[in-house]
């Protein structure tokens, strides 16, 4: 509930579509949203695992190393 961190703290979520978890990713993305902090989501294809785990990589270094 604090404003500041609101501005300052983002957050990056990645799943695949047919993960166990995508309900609660997109649920807490969702929450996230709505309490107005910036939060990008990534799905990818495919479960939770190593093909998954580098395609969000790539695309979260992408955005936390610029």
Same mark, same amino acid.
């Given at each position: 509930?604090?404003?500041?961190?609101?501005?300052? /703290?983002?957050?990056?979520? $990645?799943?695949?579509?047919?993960? %166990?978890?995508?309900?609660?990713?997109?649920?807490? =993305?969702?929450?996230?949203?709505?309490?107005?902090?910036?939060?990008? /989501?990534?799905?990818?294809? $495919?479960?939770?695992?190593?093909? %998954?785990?580098?395609?969000?990589?790539?695309?979260? =270094?992408?955005?936390?190393?610029?």
């Amino acid at each position: 509930d604090n404003a500041v961190n609101v501005n300052r /703290v983002k957050f990056f979520l $990645g799943d695949g579509v047919n993960d %166990s978890s995508i309900s609660s990713s997109e649920f807490l =993305a969702a929450e996230l949203k709505r309490l107005g902090y910036k939060t990008t /989501v990534l799905r990818t294809e $495919g479960t939770h695992g190593w093909p %998954s785990f580098r395609r969000c990589f790539a695309q979260f =270094a992408q955005v936390a190393f610029r």
